[in-house]
């Protein structure tokens, strides 16, 4: 099995930067692709950042150009830097790690953009 730990978040301006972070443990040998989602109150969850085991990424459209995913094999763990945040970024971000035949999830982060 694997775990997930999230860190970072909290409450910027518009314009202010923040950076997640999410280590894995347990069966990390068997992750696949990592990602970062996010969801709004009464919204689906929806992708921002994925990156697979290969070093592929994608990102979410209106992302692009301000967010940038990262990983530390090293350390187990992927990050995700946000920078020029908008008051629309606003939600409670999570992480997932695919492995096998399964996703994981991280507990959730909330990140706040005020204007």
């Known amino acids: 099995q694997v775990q997930l730990v999230e860190s970072g978040g909290g409450a910027v301006q518009a314009g202010g930067s923040l950076k997640l972070s999410c280590s894995a443990s347990?069966?990390?040998?068997?992750?696949?692709?990592r990602g970062w989602y996010r969801q709004d109150p009464g919204k689906h969850r929806e992708p921002v950042a994925t990156?697979?085991?290969?070093?592929?990424?994608n990102y979410k459209d209106s992302v692009w150009g301000r967010f940038t995913i990262s990983r530390d094999n090293a350390k187990n763990t992927v990050y995700l830097q946000m920078n020029s945040l908008k008051p629309e970024d606003t939600a409670i971000y999570y992480c997932?790690?695919?492995?096998?035949?399964?996703?994981?999830w991280g507990q959730g982060t909330q990140v706040t953009v005020s204007s």
């Open positions: 990156i697979t085991r290969g070093g592929d990424i």
């Open positions: 997932n790690a695919l492995y096998n035949i399964y996703l994981k």
């Open positions: 347990g069966s990390t040998g068997d992750i696949r692709a």
